[in-house]
Structure formats: structure tokens, C-alpha cells
């Protein structure tokens, strides 16, 4: 089992940064691949960005490049996304999740934490 525990989330103005942490426990020696999703208001759940447990390398949706970096502190079995250049459609509930090497998918999640942007 793994567990995801997210926090950083709150209000900030369009063009503020904010920096979201996702601390891991348990099985930590399973994970293949760390990603951060988000769920805006009224809509579906999407992926943001994800990085590679052992190697770091990254990769992101179009729509956050260049503007959020994911990084992941082994030591501290911690990710993180910081974020810069917010946008009001950066609104959402933000969501941590792991992948396992012999998981098919995303299989644990964090409980989210919410993220405003104010325009």
C-alpha cells in the first residue's frame, strides 16, 4: 500500500506562484511514476504533470509548460508542482497519485487540496 498526502493549496492572484507537496509513505520501493492531476469545477479530472520516481525526468500537458515544474526529493519522499503565472483556469482541486511497477494505472490518490486563482 502507498499513501498520498497533499498540502499547499490556497488562494492566490492570477500571476501569483504557489508550490503544492505530496508526501509519500508505505511502499515507497513500488513506485514507478508520481503524477499530479487536477479536477476543475464542473468538469472532469485531468492529468498536470508527472515525474519519474528513480530517473526525475518530467513530463507536463501543454497547457502548464513553462509554467509548473514538478520535482521529487527522494529523501524526503516528497513531490512536488510548483507553480508559477497562475491563471484563473488553474481553479481546481489538485490531486496527487502513484503508479506502481505492477499496477496498471494510477492506483493510489491523495485526498486533493484545493487550489484558487483569483483573476
Known amino acids: 500500500q502507498v499513501q498520498l498526502v497533499e498540502s499547499g493549496g490556497g488562494l492566490v492572484q492570477a500571476g501569483g506562484s504557489l508550490k503544492l507537496s505530496c508526501v509519500v509513505s508505505?511502499?515507497?520501493?513500488?513506485?514507478?511514476?508520481m503524477g499530479w492531476f487536477r479536477q476543475p469545477p464542473g468538469k472532469d479530472r485531468e492529468f498536470v504533470a508527472a515525474i519519474t520516481w528513480s530517473t526525475g525526468s518530467p513530463n507536463y500537458v501543454d497547457s502548464v509548460k513553462g509554467r509548473f515544474t514538478i520535482s521529487r526529493d527522494n529523501a524526503k519522499n516528497t513531490v512536488y508542482l510548483q507553480m508559477n503565472s497562475r491563471k484563473p483556469e488553474d481553479t481546481a482541486v489538485y490531486y496527487c497519485?502513484?503508479?506502481?511497477?505492477?499496477?496498471?494505472?494510477?492506483?493510489?490518490w491523495g485526498q486533493g487540496t484545493q487550489v484558487t486563482v483569483s483573476s
Open positions: 508505505g511502499l515507497t520501493f513500488s513506485i514507478n511514476t
Open positions: 497519485a502513484a503508479r506502481t511497477f505492477i499496477g496498471t494505472g494510477y492506483d493510489y
